[in-house]
């Protein structure tokens, strides 16, 4: 069993930068792919960035590209979402989501999911 824990959300005005973290449990973190995804209000949630696993590839939706940058730190078992440039549509509660065998753009492929944090640019 993996838990996930984010942080680092808030309010920001449009051009600012925020930095997500999430804190995964378990000794093998190193192996597991981490994603990032968001939903915002009425609309389905939408990949933002993948890890697969320390070493591998990482991906970006490209809305994103450019903007935020994927990090992970695999002695603190944390995943990080560096978010510069902030936009007003890049208001969303953002998820961690993890998984040991899978990885990828869609959501299905993560068994592992944070609770959410709160991202909201003004503009």
């Known amino acids: 069993q993996v838990q996930l824990v984010e942080s680092g959300g808030g309010l920001v005005q449009a051009g600012g930068s925020l930095r997500l973290s999430c804190a995964a449990s378990?000794?093998?973190?190193?192996?597991?792919?981490m994603a990032w995804f968001r939903q915002a209000p009425g609309k389905e949630r939408e990949f933002v960035t993948y890890?697969?696993?320390?070493?591998?590839?990482?991906s970006y939706a490209e809305s994103v590209k450019g903007r935020f940058t994927c990090s992970r730190d695999d002695a603190r078992n944390t995943v990080y979402l560096q978010m510069n440039s902030l936009k007003p549509e890049d208001t969303a509660v953002y998820y961690c989501?993890?998984?040991?065998?899978?990885?990828?753009?869609?959501?299905?492929?993560?068994?592992?999911w944070g609770q959410g944090t709160q991202v909201t640019v003004s503009s």
């Open positions: 890890s697969a696993g320390s070493g591998g590839s990482t």
């Open positions: 378990g000794r093998t973190f190193s192996r597991y792919a």
């Open positions: 989501a993890a998984d040991f065998v899978r990885f990828g753009r869609n959501s299905n492929n993560y068994a592992y």
